[in-house]
Each structure stands twice: as C-alpha cells, then as structure tokens.
C-alpha cells in the first residue's frame, strides 16, 4: 500500500516535471501534417497517467505533432480490458497498430513505440 502511494506520488511529480519542459512539437507543411494525421488515426497509445514510461512515450508524440489517441488503462476500464484481451497482457505503455485491413498489432516498451513513431512520423 505504502509502496503504491509512493510510487503514485513520484509519477505525479514527474507528469508535473514534465509539463513544465514539454518539447516543441515539430512543424510541418499542411500537407505533411495532414498524412501525418491520417496515418495516426490506426494508433492508439494505452497507458497510465503517471506512469514514467508513458509520459516518455506522450513527450515523443508531442515532439513529433501526431495525434494518437491516449487510452488509459486504469483498473476496471473497458481499455484495460481491451489491451488485455487483444494485447495479451497489462503493459503500459502500449501501441495498438491497426493496418488498412483491420489486422492487429501490439507493440510494447516505450523506447520500441518511440523507435516505431520517429520511423514512422519523420
């Protein structure tokens, strides 16, 4: 329990840490940002709200200016129980990846998502 709200605690000094510095999101042409948008909308980040590796994981999409849904997979929530039936296990943060024919695709660990968008975004 202790441990819980310790490690609550930390994570909303470094949500709060992190607003305070967030990064610039990169510009581009109309154009560019639109095809950007079209493709972030076959993505949709799960994650908790304090969790270290996810506000990595939202800094990154910020810096890149793309628009992925956040879906957070708080204990009792249908997006917890979708990451763990679809995903196969509660890890945040957590990529869902829908291609054009609705096939799935989880993908976890934030420095792989980030990997994964930065390919993808620039």
């Not at 709060?16 to 610039?24: A, D, E, I, M, Y």
């Not at 799960?46 to 969790?51: I, L, P, R, S």
């Not at 810096?63 to 917890?80: D, K």
């Not at 129980?81 to 995903?87: D, F, V, W």
């Amino acid at each position: 329990m202790l441990l819980k709200i310790l490690r609550e605690g930390l994570g909303r000094v470094i949500v709060f840490v992190s607003w305070l510095t967030l990064p610039k999101p990169i510009q581009r042409a109309a154009e560019d940002q639109q095809r950007a948008d079209e493709k972030a909308k076959n993505l949709a980040l799960y994650q908790f709200y304090a969790c270290p590796f996810c506000v990595k994981t939202r800094r990154a999409i910020r810096r890149l200016n793309v628009p992925i849904e956040i879906r957070n997979a708080t204990e009792g929530s249908l997006w917890r129980s979708e990451l763990e039936e679809k995903g196969g296990k509660v890890q945040v943060p957590s990529l869902k990846i829908t291609d054009n024919n609705g096939s799935e695709r989880w993908l976890y660990e934030s420095d792989d998502i980030i990997r994964y968008l930065e390919k993808e975004f620039t």
